[in-house]
């Protein structure tokens, strides 16, 4: 992800992870940062690692939808596109390790990051070719919400 516009940003007090989601125009992304870029434990590689997501993609007009959908190597055509008429309400609701956490859009659960998966879940992603579909098992045993 280029340079974007942070739309959320909230660090967990217990695990001092952040979790973050950026919009860069076109794209929205969700990730869950590690707590060091620095440390010395030995195999802490994955606090190296990004967990992330897409969340969902910018709609555009009706005629640079079929360019999207005509492209056969287009990254878009495999994330959902949305119109708000106005910013969507973004919450975090974090597990009692701080290290999962998940994302809700406008009051539904829209994604989350798993700790032992190390790798996100989204409903924005249509096709498990860029990243996760939405696991509603995964989410509701990880967070105990249905």
């Known amino acids: 992800m280029a340079d974007g516009k942070t ?44 967990d992330s997501t897409w969340l969902y993609r910018h709609k555009r007009s009706v005629f640079e939808e079929l360019r999207v959908r005509r492209d056969h190597l287009h990254i878009q055509q495999d994330i959902i596109p949305m119109l708000f008429k106005e910013p969507p309400e973004i919450k975090l609701v974090w597990t009692d390790s701080g290290e999962s956490v998940a994302l809700f859009l406008n009051g539904e659960p829209w994604a989350f990051i798993h700790e032992e998966k190390n790798h996100g879940y989204s409903k924005g992603i249509l096709r498990p070719t860029i990243g996760n579909p939405w696991d509603q098992e995964l989410f509701e045993k990880t967070f105990h919400i249905k």
């Open 7 to 50: 739309l959320l940003l909230e660090d967990n007090i217990v695990s001092l992870r952040t979790a973050t989601v950026l919009d860069d125009g076109d794209l929205v992304y969700f990730t869950l940062l590690p707590y060091s870029f620095d440390t010395s434990i030995p195999g802490a590689s994955n606090y190296l690692k990004r």
